[in-house]
Nanobody, 124 residues
């Protein structure tokens, strides 16, 4: 089993930055990819960015390109989401997710393991 623990959410002003962390533990050798999703009130969960576990290839949603950066610390089995130039519409609960069979996917169903979520609020 793989477990995920997220941290780093909070309140930030528009234009500011936050970095989210997602620490993986357990059978991390089974992970093939990890991703960040977000869910705003009343909206569906949406893909933000993903990274492959073996070679750190990345893929971003159009809304995240040029603003968010996903990265991985191999030694710590931790994935990060650096969020810059934040906007009020980035306000959401952010979740990290891990897959043990798929490459990067925009579909939540590709990920069997999810973190608890971390609230990000951007004030205008």
């Amino acid at each position: 089993q793989v477990q995920l623990v997220e941290s780093g959410g909070g309140l930030v002003q528009a234009g500011g930055s936050l970095r989210l962390s997602c620490a993986a533990s357990g059978r991390t050798f089974r992970i093939t990819s990890m991703a960040w999703f977000r869910q705003a009130p009343g909206k569906e969960r949406e893909f933000v960015a993903g990274i492959t576990w073996s070679d750190s290839n990345t893929y971003y949603a159009d809304s995240a390109k040029g603003q968010f950066t996903i990265s991985r610390d191999n030694d710590r089995a931790t994935v990060y989401l650096q969020m810059d130039k934040m906007k009020p519409e980035d306000t959401a609960v952010y979740y990290c997710a891990a897959s043990t069979w798929a490459t990067i996917s925009r579909h939540p169903t590709a990920y069997a393991t999810w973190g608890q979520g971390t609230q990000v609020t951007v004030s205008s």
